[in-house]
Every structure is written in C-alpha cells, then in structure tokens.
C-alpha cells in the first residue's frame, strides 16, 4: 500500500523544539520531491518546506525561514521536520506531502503539478 | 506571493444539485492550478490538476476548467460524499500557495 505516516507531533512551550518524522512506503521514495504543509486550526493550508530527491534543492515558507529544518533519509524512506523556536502561530496540523510525478519545466527548473499523497496529519500545539 | 481566493466560503445544496467553486488567483498561475478535497479529521485529497486533468480515481462528475487567473471546479450531481471542503492550489511560482477553501454542506 501506498502510503505517508507523520509523527512527532504534541504539545510544547513557545520557544520549544519538536521534531516530525514521516514515514514513507510502497513507492521509491527516493525519486519524490517531499512537502511538509501545515492548517492551522479551522484554517487553510500552508506549504511550509519542501526537499528535493538527494536534497539538492530545499525551500523554506518565510513564516518558517531560520527556524525550521527539512531533512531526507532515503534509506530509511523518512522524511523530517526539526521545529526550533516555535510559536503559538505554528500551531496546526503537520501533513506530509508527496509531489506528483507529473509536471512541467520552465527553463531549466522543473516543477509537479500538484501534491497527489498525502500522510494523515500530526498535530503540533504551541502553548 | 500569489493569493488565491475563493468564492463563495460556504455552498449549501442538496444531493443531486450542481456545485460550481470558483478560485481566483492574484496574477496569472497559467494553467498550473490544482484542487483538493477534504473532509473533518482527514487528509486532503487531490481531485484535479493543471486545471482540468482528474487524478486518478477520481469520479466523471468531478470537472475542472480555466486558465490564468480564473478557475472552476465544478461537481455534478453532488453525492452525499462530496460534502467537504475543497481547496484550490497554485504550482505556478514560488511559494506555491493555498487557497481558504469552499465548503459545500448539505442543505
């Protein structure tokens, strides 16, 4: 079965640290772009990091730059999130996401056309 | 950043009736638009990409269409399961962002 299994999450202090981990089966993970996107409580979504296959690209949300760290084990088909400082605005619901492996070019930078897998969300409270 | 804003917030109709959700980018996105759906306590689950290309799985009444800055989704004879809430999603420029979603509730 295909399938994204976060955990990690909890409740911590503003200022605190927590890491996430999502465990990935069933597909070659090493091939995907990986997301972490999160939705605040009654909120919309919010992509937050997202790490290419051997880590060669990493992106960073602003809300999150300088505090937040994405990390890749291929061998262990795991994705991380390590949160430092973290906020009573960081909290929500941390899903893993998958890149879709179809999508187009602009120049030499390629990019998916949406996020097709989806783990079921670890919650992360801030308070 | 691209905002993406979504019409109307909530959609209340009935089993058999046609939801049309519209999502509104700030600039032009092409046609690198996605939608999900997602239910209470769930993950979100892609429905449409590049606009109008059902994922896979995906019903027949599910449809996506427009270009740009402009887009629809519309469901077809909404099954009780289509209650939910769905999100538009720009794969355009960087950051790639979300809209606030459209939840269509029984009415």
């Known amino acids: 079965e295909v399938k994204l299994v976060e955990s990690g999450g909890g409740l911590v202090q503003p200022g605190g640290s927590l890491r996430l981990s999502c465990a990935a089966s069933g597909f070659t993970f090493r091939t995907y772009n990986m997301n972490w996107v999160r939705q605040a409580p009654g909120k919309g979504l919010e992509w937050v990091s997202s790490?290419?296959?051997?880590?060669?690209?990493?992106f960073y949300s602003d809300s999150v730059k300088g505090r937040f760290t994405v990390s890749r084990d291929d061998a262990q088909e795991s994705l991380f999130l390590q949160m430092n400082s973290l906020r009573a605005e960081d909290t929500a619901v941390y899903y893993c996401?998958?890149?879709?492996?179809?999508?187009?070019?602009?120049?030499?930078?390629?990019?998916?056309?949406?996020?097709?897998?989806w783990g079921q969300g670890t919650m992360v409270s801030v308070s | 950043e691209i905002v993406l804003t979504q019409s109307p917030a909530t959609l209340s109709l009935s089993p058999g009736e046609t939801a049309t959700l519209s999502c509104r980018a700030s600039?032009?996105?092409?046609?690198?638009l996605a939608w999900y759906q997602q239910k209470p306590g769930q993950a979100p689950r892609l429905l449409i990409y590049?606009?109008?290309n059902r994922a896979s799985g995906i019903p027949a009444r599910f449809s996506g269409s427009g270009a740009g800055t402009d887009f629809t989704l519309t469901i077809s004879d909404l099954e009780p399961e289509d209650f939910a809430v769905y999100s538009c999603h720009q794969r355009s420029i960087w950051p790639f962002t979300f809209g606030p979603g459209t939840k269509v509730d029984a009415k």
């Open positions: 996401a998958r890149d879709s492996d179809v999508g187009y070019c602009r120049g030499s930078d390629c990019y998916s056309l949406a996020l097709d897998l």
């Open positions: 790490i290419s296959p051997t880590s060669s690209r990493i």
């Open positions: 600039q032009s996105v092409g046609s690198y």
């Open positions: 590049d606009a109008s």
